[in-house]
C-alpha cells in the first residue's frame, strides 16, 4: 500500500520526495518553438495556433512566450479581454500600440503592464535594425469587464540591486508596476554562492525561467532557459550555482 511505501522513506528522502512531487524542471529542449519571417519564438504554454491540453495555464500564469521580433517586423493585431498583460524588454526596442490610445516604445529594461479589461486590441512593431528580445506573460485579473489600463516604467537589470526585484504586482510592492491581479512578476540577478527565498504555500503557483548562468532550485537543477513549476508548502529556496539572472513569477489561482 502506499502508506506501508511512504513509511520506508526516512525524514530527509520523504521531504525530498514530496518537494520533488511538488516541483517540476522543464528543460530548454522541451519549448514550444515557433520560427517565422517576423519572429523566433518560445511558447512556454499554450498560445495561438499552439494548443496542448496539459500546457493551458499555470495557476493564474496562462502565457509565458520568451519572443524575438526580427528588425522592421511586426506583431498581428491580438484582440484581448480580462488579461493582465506584461512585457519585458530585454534587448533592443519594441514599440507597442492599443486601442487605449497608448503608444509606447520600449526599450531594454522597460516593463509595459497593459490590463486588457473589458477589451483592448494591441499590436506590436520593430522599426529598428536591430532584433528585439523580449518576454510577454499573461496572468489571469481578479475581476473581470474592468476599464482597460496601460502603465510602464523603466527598471536598471544592472543597478547591482540583488534578491527579488518586484516589477509588476497586484500586492503591494510600491516600486512595481500595479497590475491587478493577485500576482508579482519579479527579475533577479544574483552572483554565484548567493541565495534567495520565497515563501509560499499550496495557494501559490511559483513559475521561475532561467536568462543566464545556472541554479539550483529546492535542491533540483537548473540551466539557461530551463522553466521551474511549484506549488509547495515548504519555502522556495533558490542558489546560484554560477552568476545568474532569472524571472520567477509567483501567483494564485483564481480561475
Known amino acids: ?40 519564438s518560445y511558447w512556454l504554454f499554450s498560445y495561438s495556433d499552439y494548443l496542448d491540453m496539459k500546457n493551458t495555464h499555470f495557476g493564474d500564469i496562462k502565457i509565458f512566450n520568451d519572443e524575438i521580433l526580427k528588425a522592421g517586423k511586426a506583431l498581428k493585431t491580438e484582440s484581448l479581454t480580462d488579461k493582465e498583460i506584461v512585457t519585458i524588454v530585454f534587448d533592443g526596442e519594441l514599440t507597442l ?3 487605449t490610445g497608448t ?9 509595459q503592464a497593459l490590463s486588457a479589461g473589458e477589451g483592448v486590441s494591441i499590436t506590436g512593431s520593430n522599426i529598428r535594425e536591430k532584433d528585439a528580445h523580449y518576454f510577454r506573460v499573461w496572468i489571469q485579473p481578479l475581476r473581470k469587464n474592468m476599464e482597460p489600463a496601460s502603465r510602464q516604467k523603466h527598471f536598471d537589470i544592472d543597478a547591482g540591486k540583488k534578491g527579488l526585484i518586484p516589477l509588476a504586482s497586484g500586492q503591494g510592492f510600491s516600486d ?3 497590475m491587478r491581479a493577485n500576482a508579482t512578476i519579479y527579475l533577479s540577478r544574483i552572483d554565484k554562492g548567493e541565495i534567495v527565498d520565497l515563501l509560499t504555500d499550496l495557494s501559490r503557483f511559483v513559475f521561475i525561467y532561467m536568462l543566464e548562468g545556472e541554479l539550483t532550485v529546492c535542491g533540483q537543477k537548473m540551466e539557461q532557459f530551463d ?14 550555482d554560477s552568476d545568474a539572472l532569472f524571472i520567477l513569477v509567483d ?4 480561475s
Open 251 to 254: 501567483a494564485a489561482s483564481n
Open 227 to 240: 522553466q521551474a513549476r511549484l506549488n509547495q508548502n515548504e519555502p522556495i529556496v533558490v542558489q546560484a
Open 103 to 111: 503608444k509606447q516604445v520600449l526599450k531594454a529594461g522597460d516593463v
Open 176 to 178: 512595481a508596476l500595479k
Open 97 to 99: 500600440e492599443d486601442t
Open 1 to 40: 500500500m502506499a502508506g506501508n511505501q511512504i513509511l520506508k522513506l526516512s525524514i530527509p528522502d520523504y521531504i525530498e520526495k514530496t518537494r520533488m512531487e511538488n516541483m517540476t524542471v522543464i528543460k530548454s529542449d522541451q519549448r514550444h518553438l515557433v520560427e517565422s519571417e517576423s519572429i523566433h
